[in-house]
């Protein structure tokens, strides 16, 4: 197709993911229709209402929690680790574990460095009340839920850690079946089936990878941030729900990896919880030893396309990971900026995308295409690909490095026919105030835009740039040893030709360099 149909059929995507006409009687701002131009896309309080944003349908939540009240779970029996099997990496000599064996671990701790095992020891399951159980469900003659859950965990607040690990989820579909997962959410319920918002639980980082990718590929994935403002759909937010007709490819076996926060004050009333995670497919490609053709996502199910991530994971040089993947620090106490440039390496239009970060500490971020740092004029103004730090006139004069890196960006993007298509800038309109909480200034940063349609192409650059700086004094003072750990990911989905990974970019599968 031209750019221009597929453009038009981008913009499509994005209304049919953004508009919710069923449910906008009640609601303060209706999205019926795309933006006559997707440049007027909105960042104001009621971004979460246009259709420049996705999944923010309340229904999603009301329907998910019937399926789990109506539950018959299913008590899985967990043994020492299958000796021979391969736990986390393909191995030509070694078949992949079956169930939930090998390196099974449950942990639980006042602070992350503190976390002892709370269920399990080494690879044997040795009881004491955690669990996981199973649940099925069948939505329509072509689609089937399956739910599975671990706990249930009792926490009283406090900021404390709750981690699980999970190499393999004993699922009923055999070893080596791929799941198109039309609809999924990662995160914590009530015993009875209530969706657990933030707060009093924060998502950490809740990550559902294919046994062969890394523990944080983040093929399906949830964090803190997904969650909308209360009056956008609150914790339905997390229920992910992708287009019609599109889907993300997982095989079995999924492996699991969770942290959970419970950011009420310490020594709260007890709060039961269970970690869950609810996939909801349309249909399962029986395993095969031979690799599908391209097209096998389309003719396995009618029409369907299947996205793959391309993740962005934006990191100053040189690149140090202090802890998590993707990850990198910087000082809590004064404004930080940088730079990435790169290059797509595929064709296909942007399908939907969200932005995750740490509000508490990057004031702004923001993604440019056919542009470079020179013709933006970022070099001009000091910034590198290095993380440099600034003082306080950064922000304050005129003539500060990052006002006016700001004002060659805003002068410099037309005439170098340069585009911003993704933006994050930390305001007030994105926060939710909860006092008497662990979090800082008890303000809770919620799901911001992600980008506007737009047509990847090989070899189209790119220029990321970050300003990073603390919110508030008391973020300024937070972290130990006043270095604050960082996130900047821009996820850009798309259906990606000849490609069925749920995400790509590493191991030999690379979509931008």
């Given at each position: 197709r031209s750019e221009k149909a597929r453009l038009a059929a981008a913009r499509r995507l994005f209304c049919v993911q953004g508009c919710v006409p069923t449910m906008e009687?009640?609601?303060?701002?209706?999205?019926?229709?795309?933006?006559?131009?997707?440049?007027?896309?909105?960042?104001?309080?009621?971004?979460?209402?246009?259709?420049?944003?996705?999944?923010?349908?309340?229904?999603?939540?009301?329907?998910?929690?019937?399926?789990?009240?109506?539950?018959?779970?299913?008590?899985?029996?967990?043994?020492?680790?299958?000796?021979?099997?391969?736990?986390?990496?393909?191995?030509?000599?070694?078949?992949?574990?079956?169930?939930?064996?090998?390196?099974?671990?449950?942990?639980?701790?006042?602070?992350?460095?503190?976390?002892?095992?709370?269920?399990?020891?080494?690879?044997?399951?040795?009881g004491g009340g955690v669990r996981v159980e199973?649940?099925?469900?069948?939505?329509?003659?072509?689609?089937?839920?399956?739910?599975h859950r671990i706990g249930p965990f009792t926490t009283t607040g406090g900021n404390d850690w709750t981690q699980v690990q999970l190499p393999a989820l004993h699922s009923r579909h055999k070893l080596g079946t791929r799941l198109a997962v039309s609809e999924y959410f990662l995160g914590s319920?009530?015993?009875?089936?209530?969706?657990?918002?933030?707060?009093?639980?924060?998502?950490?980082?809740?990550?559902?990878?294919?046994?062969?990718?890394?523990?944080?590929?983040?093929?399906?994935?949830?964090?803190?941030?997904?969650?909308?403002?209360?009056?956008?759909?609150?914790?339905?937010?997390?229920?992910?729900?992708?287009?019609?007709?599109?889907?993300?490819?997982?095989?079995?076996?999924?492996?699991?990896?969770?942290?959970?926060?419970?950011?009420?004050?310490?020594?709260?009333?007890p709060l039961t919880h269970w970690a869950v995670v609810a996939l909801k497919s349309i249909r399962e490609v029986p395993p095969s030893s031979e690799p599908l053709p391209a097209d096998a996502a389309?003719?396995?199910?009618?029409?369907?396309?299947?996205?793959?991530?391309?993740?962005?994971?934006?990191?100053?040089?040189?690149?140090?990971?202090?802890?998590?993947?993707?990850?990198?620090?910087?000082?809590?106490?004064?404004?930080?900026?940088?730079?990435?440039?790169?290059?797509?390496?595929?064709?296909?239009?942007?399908?939907?995308?969200y932005v995750h970060t740490h509000g508490h500490y990057v004031d702004?971020?923001?993604?440019?295409?056919?542009?470079?740092?020179r013709s933006l004029g970022l070099e001009e103004a000091g910034l590198s690909p290095a993380l440099r730090g600034y003082t306080g006139t950064c922000w304050s004069t005129p003539t500060g490095a990052c006002r006016t890196a700001l004002r060659g960006l805003a002068k410099q993007q037309a005439s170098a026919g340069a585009r911003r298509v993704c933006h994050f800038k930390r305001t007030s309109a994105l926060s939710e105030r909860v006092p008497g909480t662990e979090e800082i200034d008890g303000v809770f940063y919620r799901k911001s835009t992600g980008c506007i349609p737009f047509e990847i192409a090989r070899g189209l650059p790119f220029v990321a740039v970050v300003f990073a700086s603390p919110d508030s004094r008391a973020a300024s003072s937070t972290p130990a040893g006043s270095i604050a750990p960082l996130h900047t990911f821009f996820r850009l989905f798309a259906a990606v030709p000849g490609v069925l990974a749920p995400t790509c970019n590493g191991g030999g599968c690379y979509l931008w360099h």
């Open positions: 009687a009640h609601l303060p701002m209706q999205a019926t229709s795309l933006p006559a131009s997707p440049s007027t896309c909105p960042s104001g309080p009621h971004e979460y209402r246009t259709a420049c944003l996705l999944q923010f349908n309340e229904t999603k939540q009301l329907e998910l929690e019937a399926i789990l009240r109506a539950c018959k779970w299913q008590r899985l029996e967990f043994k020492p680790a299958d000796v021979g099997c391969d736990v986390r990496q393909a191995s030509p000599r070694k078949r992949p574990c079956s169930g939930s064996v090998g390196n099974t671990q449950v942990m639980h701790g006042l602070t992350e460095g503190a976390m002892r095992p709370l269920s399990s020891s080494g690879t044997r399951w040795f199973r649940c099925g469900h069948h939505a329509g003659a072509e689609h089937e839920w399956e739910m319920t009530s015993t009875e089936g209530k969706l657990l918002a933030y707060p009093p639980l924060h998502q950490h980082h809740f990550h559902v990878e294919e046994y062969k990718a890394d523990w944080f590929a983040g093929g399906l994935i949830a964090h803190g941030d997904d969650q909308c403002h209360a009056h956008a759909g609150g914790v339905a937010c997390l229920v992910h729900r992708h287009a019609p007709g599109h889907v993300q490819r997982v095989t079995t076996p999924l492996s699991v990896d969770a942290d959970v926060n419970d950011v009420r004050a310490a020594g709260s009333p389309v003719r396995s199910s009618g029409r369907l396309q299947a996205l793959t991530q391309m993740r962005l994971a934006v990191m100053p040089l040189p690149v140090r990971n202090p802890g998590y993947p993707g990850t990198y620090g910087v000082p809590s106490n004064q404004t930080s900026a940088f730079f990435r440039e790169g290059r797509f390496l595929v064709d296909t239009p942007l399908a939907w995308s702004e971020m923001a993604l440019y295409v056919n542009a470079s740092a």
